[in-house]
């Protein structure tokens, strides 16, 4: 297997990765998936700011946000800072 051919999975510790972190679908680490009440939230947009992974979007077309799975790892952050509490993690 040629180092393309590499997963991120297959990359020691502290390995270097040879293309850009967008090519690499991360969403597959998580354990805990954030689901929002759409109910509660306010689209104040704080959890898109505080998401390490940029991985939550302003849609202006939908006037809404949306989480991208692909590359959301679980680590509850926009749970935990939601003003609504409108996010819930929930066991994939
Ligand atoms: S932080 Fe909470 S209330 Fe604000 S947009 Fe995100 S889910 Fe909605
Ligand atoms: S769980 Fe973490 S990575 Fe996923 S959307 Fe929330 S803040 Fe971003």
Redesign the pocket.
Known sequence: MTAKEKSWKEISPAGVCWKSSTQFLTGDWKTYKPV?DLE?????????LFCPDGA?HWKPEKGD?EFDYNFCKGCGI?AN????K??EMKLE
């Open positions: 929002r509660k939230c306010t689209r104040c947009l704080l959890c898109v939550i946000i926009c800072e939601c003003p609504a409108a996010i």
